[in-house]
């Protein structure tokens, strides 16, 4: 079982940045057996992936509307993923989500309450 807790989400002028904290813990697999996602969503629309790291390689992919701006990372001895969000534009507004998923299966198990990100114009 993986425990999320999601940090770091704010009132932000368009163009700017902010950096969101997804700290893991739990009892089982070690984390080396996840890969961490980031998910956001908006009233009224479906969850959306935004970034995931497999933390054991720390391989990386992202949605293409975040490429060049977003940054997804780990830090190993604290057991935090990062997402470092640069150039936020407003369609960026959302409750972002941290979710964990085994290597090699599709569904992301267990998941964060969400951290509020508001992007103003």
């Known amino acids: 079982q993986v425990q999320l807790v999601e940090s770091g989400g704010g009132l932000v002028q368009a163009g700017g940045s902010l950096r969101l904290s997804c700290a893991a813990s739990?009892?089982?697999?070690?984390?080396?057996?996840?890969?961490l996602g980031w998910f956001r969503q908006t009233p009224g629309k479906e969850r959306e992936f935004v970034a995931v790291i497999y933390w054991s390689a720390g391989s990386t992919s992202y949605a293409d509307s975040v490429k060049g701006r977003f940054t997804i990372s780990r830090d190993n001895a604290k057991n935090t993923v990062y997402l470092q969000m640069n150039d936020l534009k407003p369609e960026g507004t959302a409750v972002y989500y941290c979710a964990s998923r085994l290597v090699g299966r599709p569904d992301y198990r267990y998941w964060g309450q969400g951290t509020q990100v508001t992007v103003s114009s």
């Open positions: 739990g009892s089982g697999r070690t984390l080396s057996s996840y890969a």
